[in-house]
């Protein structure tokens, strides 16, 4: 059961335009968010987080905001470079023991010169 | 400094082997994660170690699997008798302290192929 959703697999945007990748969650009982970005060949680094108590998130060129009504979250790039090109990964966690977290399949993102 | 580190890049095993998957965590990290991210899914939590705790197993998809993590360092993942699902790139990420806010930093992962 995927409890973290990604429904765009793939996104393409050119340069300098606004990427904007979306992520939606069933478990009301997640209250952290993140945004990993994996290029090719090597594990997923992280990008940007959100609490459950906050609803943007502003880090340079990359805001996530969070509808915790709608569990839905959005990261926004803004302007886009061709660098950018990478899969992203929504994750969110519940504090547990474990801390884990529960991730998306993942979008990937192509920004065209 | 030196970042996660796993080994081998590149498994192919089998049906029925058993194969054994190495990370080496960020140094003075005390929490270590062993995720698996199968063909067209995002990746899923299998086992999680904190210090000298007994690790989380509630990830593990079956007694085929285990973990050990000496030292509270080195960690390796056992998978007995693979199966063709077993499949995956399997990748390990250790954190600072293993908090809900602590970065968690992943190694380049294992790609396993089962035949």
């Known amino acids: 059961d995927q409890q973290v959703k990604q429904n765009s697999p793939s996104l393409s945007v050119q340069e300098g335009r606004i990427s904007i990748l979306n992520c939606d969650y069933t478990?009301?009982?997640?209250?952290?968010f993140l945004w990993y970005k994996k290029y090719p060949a090597e594990g997923p680094t992280f990008l940007i987080s959100i609490s459950s108590i906050k609803d943007k998130n502003e880090d340079g060129r990359f805001t996530v905001f969070l509808n915790k009504s709608a569990k839905h979250l959005s990261l926004h790039i803004v302007p886009s470079q061709p660098g950018d090109s990478a899969v992203y990964f929504c994750?969110?966690?519940?504090?547990?023991?474990?801390?884990?977290?529960?991730f998306g399949t993942g979008t990937r993102l192509t920004v065209i010169p | 400094g030196a970042g996660v580190s796993q080994s081998p890049s590149n498994k192919v095993t089998e049906k029925g082997k058993d194969v054994e998957l190495r990370c080496d965590p960020i140094?003075?990290?005390?929490?270590l994660y062993w995720y698996r991210q199968s063909l067209g899914q995002g990746l899923e939590f299998l086992i999680y170690f904190q210090g000298n705790s007994a690790p989380d197993k509630s990830g593990l998809p079956s007694d085929r699997f285990s973990a050990e993590r000496t030292g509270g360092s080195v960690s390796t993942l056992t998978i007995q008798r693979t199966q063709q699902e077993d499949s995956a790139v399997y990748l390990c990420?250790?954190?600072?302290?293993?908090?809900?806010?602590?970065?968690?930093?992943f190694g380049p992962g294992t790609r396993l192929t089962v035949l």
């Open positions: 140094s003075g990290h005390t929490a």
């Open positions: 478990n009301s009982m997640f209250d952290y």
């Open positions: 994750a969110a966690s519940v504090q547990t023991g474990a801390n884990n977290l529960f």
């Open positions: 990420a250790s954190s600072a302290q293993g908090t809900q806010y602590n970065e968690q930093f």
